[in-house]
């Protein structure tokens, strides 16, 4: 007798592994006091924090798995020749460049003494401007940032984008906070950049007179820019005007002048979308009275910082002071090999892509992947359609957005062509990286400027270890890199897999309504396709999940910022809500069991936290409360999981647990 499709089903999962390592466990913690220890513990213990990471978890480790991965490619690329141009040459030449430490050590600083050198013979305005000019063609931008990208009001067109930059720290808060941690930073800053120009040959007083000037540019601007969370608006941060209007408005910043010295074209700029109109204001007024010493060494420190990882180990290890220990608490740099991968996949990254998924994503990953995104698409569309506090009109609107949403597994269907791209190991590797910038600034501005957005092109390389949802071409995207264990496992049943890899891909559908994502429709178009009633429904449900976050403590001294991940925190429940829906519609009609003594539904919660456990130092939890939009792994996992009524019930818990939250206060969303 044939067996039915889906005994077949229930069979094939039968077969399959529980997925869920029992020793990466703490059984001494109750799941209902702290879900985060009891999951990651005995993970946590055995994998203690290495001393060239910030931040170690099983995510890190997946991403050290392919990045040893990645390096095995390179070296085997060294067992051969290639003919010139080939991307073999061009690989395997860029890769010897990076490791030849001793070389690089012969040559000292003298790959970038002639920048150097003509920016100290500069002494007006207009000579430094004529070596802006110069520099531009490898993107280099002082005050703020400009690129192509497509118009979010009309997301099939690429457009100029104009925004606020100029930061060595990256965020205002840095500069202008005077709690106990951060002015010690900003202190520690003042000192690395006077460390760092002494390493580049200045004497001290030099040193000290640029920091000056160059910490007193940087507060300026800090004071006129937005903090991570205000950029987080998507419509305040879109303001159209011409160039004419521009170049009037702020005649000081040279738009169109450091554009066309880019490559761009004026005719390719005529409009664009300016994020931060006060911010372009008040540097514009800050270059009108800038010094010319002033500009001098902030271009100075740009080639420093530009240049630090591809010179000798005096520059590499100073400037390690500051980003690695202080910044994120590192104890040491990361072995050569690993330094060289990542900067070889920095600027070659999809041809070392191409070669990785030939190798090590097999076709039926593909498979399994695609069924999970149709069935997490399915659980989402159900969840949508019950909402009570929906009205019909916006649930239209919402299935049509999720049921055009473009998906993307594994690696592009077309590989960028970068036979423009030219390594010369007779030049310093120094030299060669300041091709790749102008290669990749080049194939940017022929690629978009004047051209309809490519929906096909991918922004992360395949063998990456994330995801995305592009809100402009309404795509959601899996590579290759994270469709392996802890998110992915062929040989596990379904409970760790949609607990794990299925939670992501809620979670990137589910940005697709968050506080961002809703923003924009099914063509990729900002707008307001939500009913008036159900845009603030929305926004009273999600600001109690900012208030919820922002009350907790990652330090004694510091809360979460629940504003900044607002959106992030938003997936994660959603990521979590729609695909345990999709779970047990998957085997509602064929139930799993009981493995190793846990439940299916209790396996489903445990991978999903398995994929958050780590170390971490304290100041790394620093930075990334001040600066990522993600929270931290602990709270992802025990500042979700109280939200969901499933977990309650696969672990008992109860009222007066730790982690217990009352019905009537949990936050329901999706």
């Not at 409009?271 to 008040?282: I, K, Y």
């Not at 402009?472 to 392996?484: D, K, M, R, V």
């Amino acid at each position: 007798m044939a067996l039915t499709s889906m005994s077949l089903a229930a069979s094939a999962q039968a077969e399959l592994q529980s997925g869920i390592k029992l020793g990466d466990l703490d059984t001494s913690v109750r799941p209902a006091d702290d879900f985060y220890e009891y999951a990651c513990g005995g993970w946590m213990k055995k994998n203690p924090l290495p001393a060239a990471f910030s931040r170690f978890g099983s995510f890190d480790r997946l991403g050290e798995d392919n990045n040893k991965r990645i390096n095995g490619i390179l070296t085997e690329l060294l067992n051969n020749t290639y003919a010139k141009g080939t991307t073999e040459q061009k690989l395997s030449d860029l890769y010897k460049l990076a490791m030849d430490s001793v070389r690089r050590e012969k040559e000292g600083l003298q790959p970038v003494m002639s920048k150097l050198k003509a920016l100290e013979s500069a002494k007006t305005m207009k000579q430094l401007f004529a070596i802006q000019m110069e520099m531009a063609k490898y993107g280099n931008m002082e005050f703020y940032r400009a690129g192509l990208g497509a118009d979010e009001k009309n997301a099939s067109q690429n457009i100029l984008s104009v925004n606020q930059g100029g930061l060595t720290l990256g965020m205002k808060d840095y500069y202008l906070e005077n709690d106990e941690a951060t002015t010690k930073i900003r202190n520690e800053y003042k000192k690395h950049i006077v460390r760092m120009f002494q390493a580049y040959g200045f004497s001290k007083s030099a040193a000290t007179k640029k920091m000056k000037n160059i910490f007193a540019l940087e507060l300026e601007l800090a004071k006129i820019s937005k903090s991570r969370t205000e950029l987080r608006d998507p419509q305040a941060n879109y303001n159209k005007m011409t160039l004419k209007e521009f170049n009037q408005k702020y005649p000081n910043l040279k738009l169109e002048q450091l554009m066309n010295a880019q490559g761009l074209k004026s005719e390719f700029m005529q409009e664009m979308v300016v994020g931060q109109p006060a911010f372009m204001e008040g540097a514009n007024k800050i270059l009108a009275t800038m010094k010319p010493a002033t500009l001098r060494d902030v271009m100075e420190w740009s080639v420093i910082l530009s240049s630090t990882g591809c010179l000798n180990d005096a520059v590499r290890e100073a400037n390690f002071e500051f980003f690695g220990k202080v910044m994120s608490g590192r104890k040491q740099d990361h072995p050569a090999w690993r330094r060289a991968t990542s900067q070889v996949e920095n600027y070659m990254g999809q041809a070392l892509g191409k070669i990785y998924v030939e190798k090590y994503f097999p076709a039926a990953a593909k498979e399994r992947m695609t069924k999970l995104i149709k069935n997490l698409q399915i659980a989402l569309g159900e969840r949508i359609a019950a909402q009570d506090w929906m009205s019909d009109s916006t649930k239209v609107n919402a299935l049509l957005k999720l049921n055009t949403f473009y998906v993307k597994v594994g690696y592009p269907d077309k590989w960028i062509d970068m036979s423009k791209l030219s390594i010369d190991p007779s030049l310093s590797y120094y030299e060669n990286l300041l091709a790749c910038r102008k290669f990749w600034n080049e194939y940017e501005i022929d690629h978009m400027a004047g051209k309809p957005v490519d929906i096909d092109d991918w922004y992360m390389d395949p063998q990456t270890v994330n995801a995305y949802y592009n809100p402009t071409t309404n795509e959601i995207c899996f590579p290759a890199g994270i469709l392996q264990v802890p998110f992915f496992d062929m040989t596990a049943d379904d409970a760790f897999n949609y607990g794990a890899i299925g939670v992501v891909i809620g979670h990137e559908m589910t940005h697709g309504f968050d506080d961002q994502g809703r923003q924009f429709d099914k063509d990729g178009n900002m707008h307001d396709w939500w009913a008036a009633s159900d845009g603030e429904q929305f926004k009273a449900r999600t600001d109690k999940y900012a208030d919820f976050f922002s009350a907790i403590k990652v330090l004694p001294d510091l809360n979460a910022n629940g504003r900044l991940t607002l959106g992030e925190n938003l997936a994660d429940h959603g990521g979590l809500q729609v695909a345990y829906a999709a779970f047990k519609n998957a085997t509602k009609n064929h139930p799993l069991p009981v493995i190793d003594g846990l439940t299916p539904d209790q396996r489903f919660f445990l991978a999903y936290a398995g994929v958050w456990a780590g170390n971490i130092t304290e100041a790394e939890i620093r930075n990334r409360t001040k600066s990522d939009p993600h929270s931290l792994g602990r709270w992802r996992v025990n500042g979700a999981l109280p939200h969901i009524d499933a977990w309650y019930e696969a672990f008992g818990v109860k009222p007066g647990d730790k982690m217990y939250i009352p019905k009537e206060q949990r936050l329901p969303l999706w």
